[in-house]
């Protein structure tokens, strides 16, 4: 590894302390919050949308969000490593077959929709932890003793 990576490396687990960045791709439904600065007063904005881009370039890398705000569709860039990117949610999974998805663009209504990815391993997963939980915080039966015997 050359000097410039490692400190590209060093860099972005530096601006990534603190914070998790979850594994998304393109077609997915994230929720970004982004640090905005309003006068002397900084608040956290929600941003929610659909993946259409990812660029992955180690401290360089990129994904743009797509949303539509009041019947206009909306795309903004966000830096994956940036400082104003508190955390981003991946709330759905989108099935797509594509890389990039600027087709989105000339699309509108339910032509625009994605269709959800179904994970039937992590859902069986899911669902037998919850099921090995709630065994475990249920008391045991008692053995009940037979009052004609």
Not at 14 to 24: A, D, N, V, W
Not at 35 to 56: D, F, H, M, P, T
Request: hydrophobic share 35%; no cysteine; net charge positive.
């Amino acid at each position: 590894m050359n000097l410039i990576q490692q400190l590209e490396q060093e860099e972005i687990a530096r601006l990534s302390e603190g914070k998790t960045i979850p594994e998304f791709g393109p077609g997915d439904t994230v929720v970004v919050s982004v640090k905005v600065v309003e006068g002397s007063r900084e608040r956290l904005q929600a941003y929610e949308g659909v993946v259409i881009a990812k660029r992955n370039r180690g401290l360089n890398s990129s994904f743009i969000v797509r949303k539509i705000s009041s019947g206009e569709g909306v795309e903004r860039t966000f830096q994956t490593y940036s400082p104003l990117v508190a955390s981003i949610d991946v709330k759905r999974r989108g099935d797509v077959r594509r890389a990039k998805l600027y087709y989105l663009r000339q699309r509108s209504g339910k032509s625009a929709r994605i269709k959800e990815k179904l994970d039937y391993k992590a859902a069986a997963a899911k669902k037998a932890a919850l099921q090995a939980q709630q065994q475990a915080a249920a008391p045991a039966p008692a053995a009940q003793e037979n009052p004609e015997g």
